[in-house]
């Protein structure tokens, strides 16, 4: 469970807030020996065991992998139909509703307990790890060294690692056990460790939190922390609708939300043609593929979903998936195959609006809520579909190729 932030039509590997760093850090493996000593010091001021300084902290490793991984910059941005498609699979859906019932009695209870369906807690166990067939393989405590010895993020990794050799200690996890992502994320539900120290629960009664070995642990665990996210009990996440012919797109993305019933004043239906209910609730319009694509309503629980993991087509996915889970048919409206659009290519859009004296920040290659805000300010300027959506008619419009 990575906390990172995506806008709609960028998905990375990775993206962490840029955190100051407190002391002296070092990224190439000549002086990581140093920068080991000083992590010895912050272990032993935050109370880790000298015993445990002693072996795990001085026998860290570095990993040039990962900082290869935590550098990389993709050329290309990934498009929801490809991200979805990648996601929300026959199989994955198969497996989600075999292991919903393998586990009913267990997630029935947290139901009960944490107000959170069963479907939902299996949707994240399938995007995260594959149902806990992969929970990766690098070393947590070697990939947190090495970036808490990166100057880019050093003063995050270096609590993170923290975290982690509290967490060793507490369970007596072995250095061999205590594998993950590069980045750190542990177990079937990745939980970074200060979030594993937070919210993970001993689900089966054993005495120990074990979200590598334990299907009870883990997914108690993301039952209780998406409880403690805001997750509102008898609620969806969203769904699928259908937009009128003549929306005008005025109110589109997370910051204009509008009351159900105002949404079915627009005439927007569910995604079968019937009406939409209109309980008291809030809801934000998706068009993660642009108008030609699905649309989507999302209510708070998709806004807890984001606090998951930052990712709009994230949020969908599991949304999705979780509902097919539950037994709900395919998307109405197949996502559209588009073009990935390069970095280099997204830059000139954004140059190209300023240009034309659409303000969307400086050009950086990523399409962020500015540049989607500048995007449809220009394309109902030009009468274009204002969905905010880098289509080839509005780069051709203004005159970037496509």
Known sequence: MLSITRSPFYVSALFLS????????????????????????????????QQTIDTSVANLKFVPRVIELDQQQPEFTTTFGDYFGKRVTDWRVQKGRQLLQEHRELLNDLTKQYG?????????????????SYKGKMPVLDSLATLACNPRRATYFTNELIQALKLKEKYQFSDEKMVGSWAGAMGHTQFMPTNYAKYAVDGNGDGKADLWD????????????????????????????????????????????????????LQVTQANGQPL?????QAALYLPSGHAGPAFLGYSNFDVIMRWNRSEFYA?????????????????????????????????????????????????????RNSIAGLQDYQRSQGLTADGFPDEATFKSLGVKY
């Open 316 to 368: 969908i996915a599991v949304g999705n998936l979780a509902d097919r889970i539950n037994g709900a048919a395919p998307l109405t409206q197949t996502p559209p195959k588009h073009q990935r659009l390069s970095r280099k290519q997204v830059k000139q859009l954004q140059v190209a609006l300023n240009d034309k004296g659409f303000d969307v920040g400086k050009p950086d290659g990523v399409l962020g």
């Open 277 to 281: 209910s209109t309980p008291d609730m």
């Open 116 to 132: 959170v369906p069963g479907q939902y807690i299996v949707s994240f166990w399938g995007l995260e790890t594959n149902y806990g």
């Open 18 to 49: 840029c955190l100051s760093t407190s002391f002296v850090v070092h990224a190439n493996p000549q002086e990581f020996d140093q920068c080991v000593v000083q992590l010895k010091d912050k272990a032993k001021q935050a109370g880790i065991s």
């Open 214 to 265: 334990s299907t009870e642990d883990a997914l108690t665990s993301a039952a209780n922390f998406l409880q403690q996210l805001g997750w509102k009990a008898n609620e969806r996440w969203g769904r699928e609708v259908i937009l009128p012919k003549d929306y005008d797109f005025t109110y589109l993305g997370s910051k204009n939300k509008q009351p159900l019933t105002k949404w079915a004043e």
